[in-house]
T-cell receptor, first 115, second 108 residues
Framework: ETGVTQTPRHLVMGMTNKKSLKCEQHLGHNAMYWYKQSAKKPLELMFVYNFKEQTENNSVPSRFSPECPNSSHLFLHLHTLQPEDSALYLC??????????????FGEGSWLTVV | EDQVTQSPEALRLQEGESSSLNCSYT??????LFWYRQDPGKGPEFLFTLYSAGEEKEKERLKATLTKKESFLHITAPKPEDSATYLCAAFSGNQFYFGTGTSLTVIP
């Protein structure tokens, strides 16, 4: 059983819909991440939160809106997405964002299809 | 430019046929080299972290090694259940740089 839980595992949404992805980590970590994984591409870092504060936003379009209410929960709010946004969205956590012993642990991912 | 390159892109092995996967990195100030295993439709599962050149780590049929320019994941006598995509990532500064992975298929 993974220490990082994502829901839903699969989501199909229309281009005008609004939906949210949810992530919860049970590892006592302080940093949480959203990554996008597309076929044949390296994982793309989208957002980083450290102690609930957003520390990184890698030029992600505003149709993706993160929310981190506490260090255990992370959301990704989705609205007016495009078909090219279809991908596997991975949530991850680590003890913090500093230090060399900074292993990232991933959730199972949320498969998003935009139609 | 900081980047990580994995080769080969895909590898098919007969059960019991040992081989190695390569992860080359060009990042300044490497703080850790990570290996993950990813099964289809699932998130990456952590395997190893290597911190300095010459370091080696083993887990069952897998052994990871690190030099100043690359890391290898050696698979000894693989089994069909070792079939997966293997990802490596270099940690530098406060960023992880991921490769595109090697898709390994082990044929019975």
């Amino acid at each position: 059983e993974t220490g990082v839980t994502q829901t839903p595992r699969h989501l199909v949404m229309g281009m005008t819909n609004k939906k949210s992805l949810k992530c919860e980590q049970h590892l006592g970590h302080n940093a949480m991440y959203w990554y996008k994984q597309s076929a044949k591409k390296p994982l793309e870092l989208m957002f980083v939160y450290n102690f609930k504060e957003q520390t990184e936003n890698n030029s992600v379009p505003s149709r993706f809106s993160p929310e981190c209410p506490n260090s255990s929960h992370l959301f990704l709010h989705l609205h007016t997405l495009q078909p090219e946004d279809s991908a596997l969205y991975l949530c991850a956590s680590s003890q913090d964002i500093q230090g060399s012993g900074n292993t990232i642990y991933f959730g199972e991912g949320s498969w998003l299809t935009v139609v | 430019e900081d980047q990580v390159t994995q080769s080969p892109e895909a590898l098919r092995l007969q059960e019991g046929e040992s081989s190695s996967l390569n992860c080359s990195y060009t990042v300044s100030g490497l703080r850790g080299l990570f290996w993950y295993r990813q099964d289809p439709g699932k998130g990456p599962e952590f395997l190893f972290t290597l911190y300095s050149a010459g370091e080696e780590k083993e887990k069952e049929r897998l052994k990871a090694t690190l030099t100043k320019k690359e890391s290898f994941l050696h698979i000894t006598a693989p089994k069909p259940e070792d079939s997966a995509t293997y990802l490596c990532a270099a940690f530098s500064g406060n960023q992880f740089y991921f490769g595109t992975g090697t898709s390994l298929t082990v044929i019975p």
